[in-house]
């Protein structure tokens, strides 16, 4: 059995508790947040604190809190030579506080509190100071039937960066097609088996091998439309430059003469 402390009470922090609390290996001591508030829904056995003193001891805390927040608060944990690790895709190993043994627990994937998560379809990206300590974080991501894979800091910090490009910025794309659509009253929902397909492509072909559009065809009547189309210029401006990216990818020389004006 795995004894586990969670701090913090966000969204990753929220799901991993729901996750732990049905895992028959793992049992959670703690939960600690500044404030009850954020955690007084779950009706449950765990004990909830809202002082660090008042942490017991743990096979592993797991600081499920903000980037910025991961190197200050762990230099305030009143406890040495105990096991504690982040949950974070961009901050190092070594930014925890060297007083206690360091580890990363960072669950790829894209977390809102409302909605359902399945474990096994989020890839764990596990890290430790000590290679003793390496099987428990494998043994706690199997525990939820996620798989755990040991990857470095260097790693997991790129790992996080194209994380954003395929989530955050692609859900950008969605919001402003979602605008785009919305100011003719054309119903979103007509886009989405698109973006389905376009998910579940690459899961069996390269990105640079499933590219289609207008720009990948350089056509350039309809490249002209969409840009006349566009009333927004920022919009007008990401139009372009993401189509002289894929260009410049599938070595193609087009540019857009000029831009539309208001």
Same mark, same amino acid.
């Given at each position: 059995?795995?004894?586990?402390?969670?701090?913090?009470?966000?969204?990753?922090?929220?799901?991993?508790?729901?996750?732990?609390?049905?895992?028959?290996?793992?049992?959670?001591?703690?939960?600690?947040?500044?404030?009850?508030?954020?955690?007084?829904?779950?009706?449950?056995?765990?004990?909830?604190?809202?002082?660090?003193?008042?942490?017991?001891?743990?096979?592993?805390?797991?600081?499920?809190?903000?980037?910025?927040?991961?190197?200050?608060?762990?230099?305030?944990?009143?406890?040495?030579?105990?096991?504690?690790?982040?949950?974070?895709?961009?901050?190092?190993?070594?930014?925890?506080?060297?007083?206690?043994?360091?580890?990363?627990?960072?669950?790829?994937?894209?977390?809102?509190?409302?909605?359902?998560?399945?474990?096994?379809?989020?890839?764990?990206?596990?890290?430790?100071?000590?290679?003793?300590?390496?099987?428990? /974080? #494998?043994? +706690?991501?199997?525990?939820?039937?996620? $798989?755990?894979?040991?990857? %470095?800091?260097?790693?997991? =910090? *790129?790992?996080?960066?194209?994380?954003?490009?395929?989530?955050?910025?692609?859900?950008?794309?969605?919001?402003?097609?979602?605008?785009?659509?919305?100011?003719?009253?054309?119903?979103?929902?007509? /886009? #989405?088996? +698109?973006?389905?397909?376009?998910?579940? $492509?690459?899961?069996?072909? %390269?990105?640079?091998?499933? =590219? *289609?559009?207008?720009?990948?065809?350089?056509?350039?009547?309809?490249?002209?439309?969409?840009?006349?189309?566009?009333?927004?210029?920022?919009?007008?401006?990401?139009?372009?430059?993401?189509?002289?990216?894929?260009?410049?990818?599938?070595?193609?020389?087009? $540019?857009?003469?000029?831009?539309?004006?208001?």
């Amino acid at each position: 059995m795995i004894s586990v402390i969670l701090i913090g009470a966000g969204n990753v922090a929220s799901h991993l508790y729901r996750a732990f609390l049905n895992a028959e290996s793992v049992v959670v001591k703690q939960w600690y947040n500044r404030s009850f508030e954020a955690i007084k829904s779950y009706k449950n056995d765990t004990e909830v604190i809202n002082d660090l003193s008042q942490l017991k001891e743990a096979d592993v805390y797991i600081m499920a809190v903000s980037d910025d927040a991961v190197a200050s608060l762990s230099k305030t944990l009143p406890f040495t030579n105990r096991f504690v690790v982040h949950t974070s895709g961009s901050v190092s190993l070594h930014d925890l506080d060297k007083k206690n043994t360091r580890g990363v627990f960072y669950p790829l994937q894209s977390f809102s509190k409302e909605a359902e998560m399945d474990f096994s379809n989020v890839p764990i990206c596990i890290e430790t100071e000590e290679k003793t300590k390496l099987q428990m /974080l #494998k043994d +706690l991501a199997e525990a939820i039937d996620s $798989k755990p894979y040991k990857i %470095s800091t260097e790693q997991r =910090q *790129t790992l996080h960066l194209s994380a954003v490009f395929v989530n955050n910025f692609s859900n950008q794309m969605y919001r402003i097609a979602h605008e785009i659509s919305d100011a003719k009253h054309i119903n979103f929902d007509i /886009l #989405k088996p +698109l973006i389905l397909e376009t998910a579940n $492509k690459v899961q069996e072909m %390269s990105p640079y091998m499933s =590219q *289609t559009g207008p720009a990948k065809r350089n056509d350039k009547k309809t490249l002209k439309r969409h840009i006349k189309l566009l009333e927004n210029e920022e919009h007008r401006d990401i139009y372009e430059l993401l189509t002289q990216s894929i260009q410049k990818t599938h070595g193609i020389k087009y $540019k857009f003469n000029s831009k539309k004006k208001n």
